[in-house]
C-alpha cells in the first residue's frame, strides 16, 4: 500500500476571515433554504435486481428508545452492533439487547446541537486484529480554527479492549483537524474502500449557496463562492481519501494515486464539487454518495477518483442561479475536466417524493427481501419513513426511481430517516425516529 509523507491534524482554514429534525441536515439554511456507510459488499456486477420489486418492506426493529441514531456498524468476531448517536454515545447492541454502558461517552467532549454532533463512526478491516475505532465528531474551535468559525471538525480514533464492549481510557488520537465556518453541512461519514484507504466526506462549510464567511472564490464568476469548486485553499467540499496505516497511530499517509497528488490541489482530496455529502457506501469498488441539494434538487452520485460533482455551479444536473452555465471547468482548471452528473436526482416539487434531504443508503446484497438484490436502496429526511429503490438498467447509469411503502398501510415506527447501514450478509438496516423514538429496524420482506 502506497503513501506519500506522513502528515498529522492537516488543518485547512479557508483564506477568507441533530436534534430530532437533524441527522446531518437541517431544515433551514438560514437563507430560507432548505439544506439539508461502507460494509465491504461481493461485488457490485450484478447490478440489476435478480426479480421483480417487491412492492412493500416490512421492519425488524433492533432496538429501540434512542434519542438520534446516526451510524451503525457490524463487528466483524461477534453477534455486535455499535449504534452511534448524534449526542456524542456510540452504544453496544448484542443478542440479548443494548448493554447498559456504552462502548464511547463523548458527551462532554462533542459540540452538539443543529447539524453538530458525533456524525459517523467506522472500525478498520483488520479490527479483530487492531481493535481500531475511527470517529467523526463536532468540537468546539480549537487551536488553529479561527475565532468567528463555528466549530472544529475532528477525526480521531480509539482502541477497542478485547471484549469489544469498551475502549481503553485515554486512547483517543486525534488523526485530522478542519475549521468549520459554520454550524451546518458538516456530512460525517467515513468508510473504508476495498483498497484499505479511509473515505471521509465533508460539507462545504455551510450557510447558504457556498458563499459567505469561510467561503473562499472559485474559478466560476456566475455564482460567487465556494469551496466545491476550490480544491487549493481548504478540504471542505469534498471526500478525502487518507491512508491511515502509516506512521503512528493518530498519523495518516496520502496514497500516491490520489488524483491531485504531483499536481495543484490538496493531496487528501479524492473528489470535490460536493456541497453535503451527508452519507455514503461503498458497494465492492463502487462508491455511493448521496449530496443534499440547496433549495430544488437532491442526487445520489457514483464518486469516481478526481470526480467534479458540480456544486455550486449546478445542483444536480441543473445549473444553480443562472439560466446557463458551463458542463466543465475551463482549460486552465485542471485540464477542463467535466462536471459529472448524479446517476439519480429528484426535485422538492416532486409531491410524490417530497424531498428536502437525501439520505444516502446501500446497494442491497442479502436474502431477506426477494427480488431486491443489486438495488440501490436510500430515503430522504422529510419522506415520512418511505424508502426509495434504484435499479440499475443495462444501458447507463440514469436510475429509474421508484417508492416502496412499509407493509401494514405505513409504520408508525419510522417516520423520519436519519441513517442507514449494512451487515456483512448484506442485509440493509434503517436508522430513524418514529413512534418508539430512535431505533434501529432491518429491512425485511413483507408478510
Not at 447498559?100 to 459517523?120: A, H, I, N, Q, Y
Not at 424508502?387 to 416502496?404: H, K, M, N, Q, S
Request: proline fraction near 6%; charged fraction near 25%.
Amino acid at each position: 500500500m502506497a503513501h506519500g509523507p506522513t502528515r498529522r491534524r492537516f488543518l485547512g482554514a479557508a483564506a477568507t476571515t441533530f436534534g430530532a429534525s437533524v441527522a446531518g441536515c437541517s431544515a433551514s439554511d438560514g437563507d430560507g433554504t432548505p439544506s439539508d456507510d461502507g460494509t465491504d459488499s461481493p461485488g457490485s456486477d450484478a447490478g440489476t435486481p435478480d426479480a421483480a420489486l417487491p412492492e412493500s418492506f416490512a421492519l425488524e426493529t433492533l432496538v429501540s428508545g434512542l434519542d438520534a441514531p446516526l451510524d451503525i456498524r457490524f463487528s466483524p468476531e461477534a453477534d455486535r452492533r455499535y449504534i452511534a448517536e448524534q449526542q456524542g454515545i456510540v452504544h453496544v447492541h448484542e443478542s440479548g439487547g443494548l448493554r447498559s454502558e456504552p462502548l464511547l461517552d463523548l458527551r462532554e467532549t462533542v459540540d452538539f446541537g443543529g447539524e453538530k454532533g458525533l456524525l459517523g463512526i467506522e472500525l478498520h478491516p483488520d479490527f479483530a486484529e487492531n481493535r481500531r475505532l475511527f470517529v467523526r465528531y463536532s468540537s468546539p474551535r480549537r487551536e488553529g480554527t479561527p475565532s468567528n468559525y463555528s466549530h472544529t471538525f475532528v477525526l480521531a480514533e480509539f482502541e477497542v479492549r478485547e471484549d469489544g464492549r469498551s475502549v481503553r481510557v485515554d486512547s483517543e488520537r486525534t488523526v485530522l483537524e478542519i475549521p468549520q465556518p459554520q454550524g451546518n453541512h458538516n456530512a460525517g461519514d467515513l468508510a473504508f474502500g476495498p483498497d484499505g484507504y479511509l473515505y471521509v466526506a465533508v460539507g462545504d462549510g455551510g450557510a447558504g449557496g457556498d458563499q459567505g464567511r469561510g467561503h473562499v472564490a472559485d474559478w466560476y464568476d456566475g455564482v460567487a463562492g465556494g469551496n466545491g469548486q476550490d480544491v487549493t485553499e481548504n478540504l471542505l467540499g469534498s471526500i478525502l481519501r487518507l491512508d491511515v496505516d502509516t506512521g503512528e497511530r493518530g498519523d495518516y499517509g496520502i496514497p500516491e494515486d490520489n488524483p491531485l497528488v504531483g499536481r495543484e490541489g490538496l493531496d487528501e482530496q479524492f473528489a470535490w464539487g460536493l456541497r453535503n455529502p451527508y452519507r455514503m457506501s461503498f458497494d465492492g469498488a463502487d462508491l455511493f454518495a448521496g449530496d443534499v441539494g440547496q433549495s430544488r434538487y437532491e442526487e445520489i452520485n457514483l464518486v469516481t477518483a478526481g470526480g467534479n460533482y458540480g456544486w455550486n455551479v449546478r445542483e444536480g444536473a441543473h445549473c444553480y442561479e443562472a439560466e446557463d452555465c458551463p458542463t466543465e471547468t475551463p482549460p486552465d482548471v485542471r485540464g477542463g475536466e467535466p462536471l459529472v452528473d448524479p446517476i439519480v436526482e429528484y426535485p422538492h416539487s416532486d409531491a410524490a417524493v417530497g424531498g428536502i434531504s437525501v439520505i444516502g443508503g446501500y446497494v442491497y446484497r442479502g436474502s431477506a427481501v426477494e427480488g431486491l438484490g443489486g438495488a440501490y436502496v436510500f430515503g430522504d429526511l422529510q419522506a415520512n419513513g418511505r424508502l426509495f429503490v434504484a435499479t440499475r438498467p443495462d444501458e447507463g447509469w440514469t436510475w429509474p426511481t421508484r417508492a416502496i411503502s412499509l407493509a401494514g398501510d405505513g409504520d408508525e415506527r419510522l417516520q423520519r430517516i436519519l441513517s442507514f447501514g449494512r451487515d456483512g450478509d448484506g442485509e440493509v438496516y434503517v436508522l430513524g425516529l418514529g413512534s418508539e423514538g430512535g431505533a434501529v429496524h432491518r429491512l425485511v420482506a413483507a408478510e
